[in-house]
């Protein structure tokens, strides 16, 4: 089993990288060589797939979600039944790859968030943040026999962090720009933007959460098609519907989407619970299942173009965006979106090379290697930590036992 020290020492090293979101509809899976570290990272992607969790372990995640269907026996269960599933899905992606086991040096893994609480709580003396992934990394590292890292976000909320958005280190070491404005907006279950200035140093990045992404569409979807279908393919159902705009007005009055970043949220403000009292005002108004999904897209887009109206546009011209997530196959946000953000142009993220849909996944191989390399790895003016830390934990595989 190698050391940590001999894996730091390699010249390239092979990581694979794991991520569940907020979408929890599969685990998507990417195999990169990583050459170096921090601004000097040289990163290629050899292979990236998509791994969608079968419907009976979809469904027990999401009964994770809420306090009313979670219990301690299921989230201890389902801790070990999706480490299981993680580490199946390392051995295929290598198959797949046409390598073997014994040449991948690292794995790195978000897990599965079930909950996130933002903002401090008190008990007794204590006040805190907290944040709860699932995946059980030693699950992971005892079926692959790969040394693991994981649980990225826990080290930030210690320092005081929010554990996230975790995307802007990423953003920052492969994509800054000496020339450019650039703003790089993920559409996953949660939207979050990431701005980087021209010429900027880590600490002039801006970054937070805009609000829901697909996660209320795809809730939306699922009730009134029975679970027939989980999400709104190319955005033709919402492009079908007219938007209420009343209901729409109701919804962008949150609290959430005025407040200053740095700030994250997820389904804990914005999940099923959410999502059901939007389908009773339906109920009670009348409104057609065809105009309720063009509603919930059109607070998506609402709530990201008004992120940059606020946050952003009135102190530094915007010259280019980058869309990444889910979100880019869905023609009605994409459409809508640009529109909104008139005369800025916006492009797939996947011409900086990179798949749109691999992102996430090769920002957790990038994780995994800053770890062995030593480097913190949070954003401090994204997540609002009171200083930069290495994130991680960190499970010595079991290669030759």
Known sequence: MPSLDE?????????????SGTSADGVSAALVE????????????????????????????FELFSPD???V?????????????????????????????DDIDLIGSHGQTIYHIPEPKTTLRYRTRSTFQIGELAVIAERTGIPTVGDFRKRDVSAGGE????????????HRHERLNRAFQNIGGIANLTFLPAGASLEDVIAFDTGPGNMVIDAVVRYYTHGSMSYDRDGE???????????????LDDPYFAREPPKTTGRERFGEQYARRI??????????????VATVTALTVETIATAYERFILPYWRLDEVYVSGGGVKNKAIMHHLAERLKP?????????????????????AILANEFVMGNAANVPSATGAGKRVVLGTFVPGSWGS
């Open 7 to 19: 894996i730091r020492r390699k010249d390239v090293r092979r990581i694979v990288g794991l991520m």
């Open 34 to 61: 990583v050459e170096g570290c921090w601004v000097d990272t040289k990163l290629n992607l050899l292979k990236f797939r998509n791994y969608p969790y079968p419907r009976d372990i979809r469904e027990k995640i």
């Open 69 to 71: 269907t979670s219990t």
């Open 73 to 101: 026996d299921k989230i201890c269960h389902m801790n070990f039944v999706l480490g299981e599933f993680f580490a199946d899905c390392v051995m295929k992606l290598v198959e797949e790859a046409s390598l073997s086991l």
């Open 163 to 174: 554990g996230a958005p975790l995307t802007p280190y990423l953003d920052y070491i492969l």
């Open 237 to 251: 159902i919402a492009a079908s519907g007219e938007v209420d705009e009343t209901l729409l007005h109701k919804l």
């Open 279 to 292: 389908i009773e005002y339906a109920r009670e108004h009348g409104l057609s299942f065809r105009d309720v």
């Open 344 to 364: 800025v142009k916006l492009f797939d993220y996947s011409r900086l090379g990179i798949p749109s849909e691999a992102k996430e996944a090769v920002l957790m």
